[in-house]
Each structure stands twice: as structure tokens, then as C-alpha cells.
Nanobody
Framework: QVQLVESGGGLVQAGGSLRLSCVAS????????MGWYRQAPGKQRELVAT???????IYADSVKGRFTISRDNAKNTVYLQMNSLKPEDTAVYYC??????????????????WGQGTQVTVSS
């Protein structure tokens, strides 16, 4: 069974930075793209960054130029470096494997048992 464990969130002022980490157990990491999702209060969960097995990265317009996703295949870990944070980035952040990508858009998720997520709060 795949397990996803996120960490690295916290409280930061606008303009600050955080680095999130996600360790994925099981075989899903080595064979799939990985992504970071976020869910703000009262909103649907959205996919904000994806990295394919080959290292190609895809970002939502809302985070492009500020967030950087990377992966360490030896450690089964995916990272999200978040810079120039804004109050609207406040959310619980989760990792998962997108179900697929078409062009510059990825969608869905493969692991139905989500991790606990990590809270990111950006104060103004």
C-alpha cells in the first residue's frame, strides 16, 4: 500500500519562503509523475506543480515563477520550494501522483489514500 507523508509547512510572512517534502512509499514514486496539490478552506483541491519521471515540470499559473518542484528518486522524495509566498497560498499542501498529463495540464490522482498534508499559512 502506498503511503504519502508530507512535511515542512508552517507560518510565514508574505514574501517569505518554505520548502515542503513528501516521502512516498511503494512503487508509485519510481514509475510515475509526482505532484503537489493544495486545498484552501472552502475550496476544491487543486494541483499546483507536477514533475514527470523524466524531470519535466508543469506549474499552475498561480504559482509559476515562484514555486519549484523537484524530486530525489533515490530517496523517494518530492520537494516543493515556495518563494515569494502570498496570503492566497495559504492552504493544506498534499503530494500525490497525477493520473495523467495532456500538454501543459495534468489532472487527477492515483493514490486514493491521501497523506495528512502539511499546513502552510502566509500572513500579510
Amino acid at each position: 500500500q502506498v503511503q504519502l507523508v508530507e512535511s515542512g509547512g508552517g507560518l510565514v510572512q508574505a514574501g517569505g519562503s518554505l520548502r515542503l517534502s513528501c516521502v512516498a512509499s511503494g512503487s508509485i514514486f519510481s514509475t510515475n509523475a509526482m505532484g503537489w496539490y493544495r486545498q484552501a478552506p472552502g475550496k476544491q483541491r487543486e494541483l499546483v506543480a507536477t514533475i514527470t519521471n523524466g524531470g519535466r515540470t508543469i506549474y499552475a499559473d498561480s504559482v509559476k515563477g515562484r514555486f519549484t518542484i523537484s524530486r530525489d528518486n533515490a530517496k523517494n522524495t518530492v520537494y516543493l520550494q515556495m518563494n515569494s509566498l502570498k496570503p492566497e497560498d495559504t492552504a493544506v499542501y498534499y503530494c500525490n501522483a497525477p493520473a495523467g498529463c495532456s500538454g501543459n495540464r495534468c489532472y487527477g490522482y492515483l493514490v486514493h489514500s491521501w497523506g495528512q498534508g502539511t499546513q502552510v499559512t502566509v500572513s500579510s
